[in-house]
């Protein structure tokens, strides 16, 4: 009896008005989400470096808003927003969660927090245990990666706690790439240096307000060049790389330099 | 009379021509009104594709009609770039240039007439040319060509130093170690042209410290007022008037008096950001003739007017600015292509493909695709962007942020 009591002051008596205000506000934020939703990623797909990816970052921020604003509309019309009904709602629904769905809770506040920390924006380019691609949408309960195999897959954000998340542009259009090439030792390292840097400068791809370096490592087998330039957009990196790579090998190869090779099993032997 | 006293058509012309530092290159600026008419367009653009009803004539133009090619050929003849070369001459004598080594550089947006600049000017001083190498001599990389240098103390002048580089791993050699020569002075002194896109990408692709260089300043609305009607009556002897189509009112007299500039012409001039050369084409595109079932109209308005009063012969200007738009499906590779060709003011089929990395039949499908679209014309055996596609194609390749020029 005393349960009943304490339940019918903190709810308000329902009636058809609540009903069709809980409802409207329910459906207004429905729509506004989905509006957002569609045509945010449409006109950011459109845009291009920073504008595009600043609008495609909207798109969680203003859901999450919109979420708040209707959860903060909604509850003073089916509760009397008193600090004591708010104790005691809020006690018994964090106490079902606690037991029963701890799990997608527990995305669902990584949720919040990745909108906060952005760790990844839609359009980074992340790795996440070990799976690498663009965000294409940041969720309420997980963010979804299309892989170079164009794969969608789905993380939930709760591997934010305990997972390092790799994030290679944040947020910006800028993504470094990096093109190796393995050479037999005996060459002129100055003038492979040179070459290879010419074949980023003069790449179609080529952003240029980054430096393009070559980093050079003496290896038991043979010399390792790693050619570092960043491409006009993120988007652009394999073919970014693989223009590096072919033009790379061409321009080695008309400088006479031979290629490292693996020692097969046969000649190990002999 | 002193010879070097310049005549009153020589001061007229210095002030139309004008040469600046880079730096000093101060683009007319837009109307609010305009401002925000360009970035309707310009937002408009995002969505917009050739096939739009944007290419459908207004309905008051209904009643004009292009104007047959001689006759338009009159009203803007092709712009003499001799009387910049000898305002360039002038600005030359200051000295603002790089006093060590007496090498100058004029730096050119596309269409604005560099490489007839410095050739002019080469004339004028009986210096040497410097031809290109072929591009199999850029691509040698070995140092193979060598240029015939002017004898000690004799200037020499390169028009187009675009054609020196290919945008390639082997392509850059020739070019830098030519700038070193000329930059440490060993090569005397001299004028050098570049476009600006090539001025650009040479100023990242060279460590050396390139001297500052001259550009021809932009020209706003009364400028290029003063250039549109000389180049309408070279002669000094006609009497046109040219009006706007849609609002009838006067876009250009001619002669064309005192420094003003109608609305129209400056925002033409604010349109193409001083640029003349694709000013000029702009105008060009838009003139138009009174069709004949439309000349009756005009009779009944005849007396009306203050205009229509005088002798002068109409020209009707069409209120629509002749954009082109970019093909609805125009993706990276036809950035790629648009950007290879601005960087290089120009390519052929075969040194397209060579500075792409795209192989030579999708070239040439996106290049003819572009050309049908007006975006690239055939000059000189290679493509190009177009005049009338320049202002676009370089908005739209800077928005996806590929290296512009600095103007």
Redesign the interface.
């Known amino acids: 009896m005393l349960e009943d009591n304490s339940m019918s002051q903190i709810f308000r008596q329902p009636d058809w008005t609540m009903a069709l205000e809980v409802g409207a506000v329910v459906v207004i934020a429905t729509l506004l989400i989905a509006a957002t939703q569609r045509a945010l990623p449409w006109?950011g797909n459109?845009?291009?470096?920073r504008r595009r990816l600043f609008v495609l970052a909207l798109v969680p921020v203003l859901r999450l808003l919109i979420i708040v604003v209707a959860f903060a509309t909604i509850v003073p019309l089916v509760i009397n927003p008193s600090v004591q009904n708010m104790v005691a709602l809020l006690g018994t629904v964090g106490l079902a969660i606690g037991f029963a769905l701890k799990d997608l809770v527990s995305s669902l506040i990584a949720g919040v927090v990745a909108v906060g920390e952005m760790p990844y924006r839609n359009g980074d380019w992340i790795k996440i245990d070990g799976i690498y691609g663009e965000v294409r949408y940041v969720g309420m309960r997980t963010v979804q990666v299309v892989t170079p195999t164009d794969d969608v897959v789905s993380i939930p954000h709760s591997r934010l706690w305990n997972t390092p998340i790799h994030n290679s542009n944040d947020g910006s259009?800028r993504l470094q790439c990096v093109a190796d090439f393995y050479l037999h030792p005996e060459h002129d390292a100055a003038e492979v240096k040179q070459?290879l840097s010419?074949?980023a400068?003069?790449?179609?791809?080529l952003?240029?307000g980054q430096p393009v370096t070559v980093i050079v490592h003496e290896k038991p087998w043979g010399t390792w060049y790693r050619l570092k330039a960043y491409p006009?957009?993120a988007r652009?990196q394999f073919?970014f790389v693989?223009?590096l790579t072919?033009?790379?090998k061409?321009?080695l190869l008309?400088l006479g330099v031979t290629f490292a090779m693996a020692p097969t099993a046969e000649s190990v032997t002999v | 009379m002193s010879e070097d006293a310049p005549t009153e058509a020589e001061k007229a012309q210095l002030e139309l021509w004008q040469f600046v530092p880079l730096s000093a290159y101060a683009q007319p600026e837009l109307a609010a009104r305009s401002a925000a008419v360009a970035a309707w367009a310009t937002f408009r653009q995002l969505f917009r594709s050739e096939h739009k009803e944007e290419l459908v004539p207004v309905r008051q133009e209904d009643a004009l009609r292009a104007l047959p090619g001689m006759h338009l050929e009159h009203l803007v003849r092709p712009i003499d770039w001799r009387k910049a070369s000898a305002a360039l001459d002038a600005a030359l004598r200051e000295p603002s240039g790089d006093g060590a080594t007496g090498v100058q550089f004029l730096i050119g947006q596309p269409h604005c007439g560099h490489p007839e600049i410095v050739a002019d000017w080469a004339v004028r001083h009986g210096a040497q040319i410097i031809e290109p190498p072929s591009y199999e001599e850029v691509l040698s990389s070995k140092g193979c060509w060598r240029a015939t240098w002017p004898a000690v103390g004799q200037a020499w002048a390169i028009p187009c130093l675009e054609r020196f580089f290919l945008r390639s791993a082997n392509g850059l050699a020739l070019v830098r170690n030519l700038l070193e020569e000329i930059v440490s002075g060993r090569r005397g002194a001299g004028l050098i042209g570049c476009d600006s896109w090539a001025w650009a990408f040479l100023q990242r692709v060279s460590a050396l410290p390139l001297p500052g260089a001259l550009t021809l300043q932009a020209f706003d609305g009364p400028r290029l007022a003063r250039l549109l009607a000389q180049l309408a009556d070279v002669d000094g002897q006609r009497q046109l008037l040219f009006r706007n189509a849609r609002s009838g009112n006067t876009a250009l007299t001619v002669p064309h008096d005192g420094d003003t500039a109608s609305e129209e012409v400056a925002q033409l001039a604010a349109h193409c950001r001083g640029n003349v050369g694709t000013a000029r084409d702009y105008w060009r595109q838009r003139l138009r003739a009174v069709s004949d079932s439309a000349v009756e109209f005009d009779k009944d308005k005849a007396g009306t007017s203050e205009v229509d009063e005088s002798d002068a012969e109409v020209i009707w200007v069409s209120a629509t600015q002749p954009e082109p738009a970019l093909p609805v499906e125009a993706d990276e590779d036809v950035a790629l292509v648009l950007h290879a060709l601005l960087i290089h003011n120009g390519l052929g089929d075969e040194m397209l493909a060579e500075v792409l990395p795209l192989p030579r039949h999708l070239c040439m499908a996106i290049v003819l695709r572009l050309q049908k679209l007006t975006l690239l014309e055939r000059h000189e055996g290679r493509w190009r962007v177009s005049a009338l596609g320049y202002e676009l194609v370089r908005r739209w390749l800077r928005g996806r942020g590929f290296l512009a020029d600095d103007f």
Request: without cysteine; charged residues 20%.
């Open positions: 006109i459109r845009l291009h470096g259009p070459i010419d074949v400068l003069s790449s179609a791809f952003h240029f006009v957009d652009q073919r693989t223009d072919v033009r790379g061409a321009a008309g």
